[in-house]
């Protein structure tokens, strides 16, 4: 039988997007405010393969020398300045996210499947040895990029081809005339290959503009039943809202930024979650 192991890693570091060949102006136009030297407290999720009959002492000792061999390189530093392998390459999430995995799994010689960097609580990237090859015959990596946003809406679990008695029976108190509400959290997942420039799979402005457009103008402090369709004619429970955003966005990410995950959280005790896989 299959197992995994995940251990948690964390580091300070600090990092900037600078092109050397553009200029300020055209950095902080492509950029944004990463254009600027700043830092985060990264994150790091390390997922190995396990040996159901190896001692738990073992992976101890994996974490502890993954640990020692992060902190080396990154903790307490200018990526860009103080890394070798970003002197050629930005050190984007998703760039930081396939160095690791191929870092940690061929140095250590370890059983790593998955490496997720979260630069932030709003954005991740993952990578997991998935590889693609171009149409030039050049095999470049394919990296996932998870993308945060929240908002707020009212919503009534009410199928109007029901009675109301039939409602309340099946939705109870979510059946409430006046409807609740809920602060959500949607986490939006691309995957594709990281432009060898930019080292991004999407430039996060584009990505950012195009989740705000197509979902959430349509859903931000909404009643949702009264003021978006097709939540007039179906319940906006999770599972539907879920289908609506993937509706809205996947026919805008099927280019070299594929749609391949939503979850949406409802509370912090419950997600509803769609996956292209």
Known sequence: MAQRVAFWFAFEASHFYRLPHLSDEENARLFGKAARHHGHNYRVQVVYRADPNEPPARWEQMAQITRQRID??????CINLEHPAFQDQLPTTENLAHYLWHELRDGLNAPVESVSVYESETLAARYAGKQITDPSGTTRP???LTRVYSFS???RLYNPQLSEADNRALYGKCANPYGHGHDYRLEITVAGVPDPVTGMVINLTDLDAL?????????DHK????ETPPFDQIPPSSEHIVGYIVE???PHLQGTARLVGVRLWETPRSYFEWSAD
């Open 72 to 77: 080396a390189q990154f903790d307490h530093r």
């Open 142 to 144: 394919q990296v996932a």
């Open 223 to 226: 009643f949702l039943n009264a």
């Open 211 to 219: 989740v705000h457009r197509e979902v959430l103008t349509h859903l």
């Open 153 to 155: 809406a009212a919503h």
């Open 248 to 250: 809205r966005l996947r």
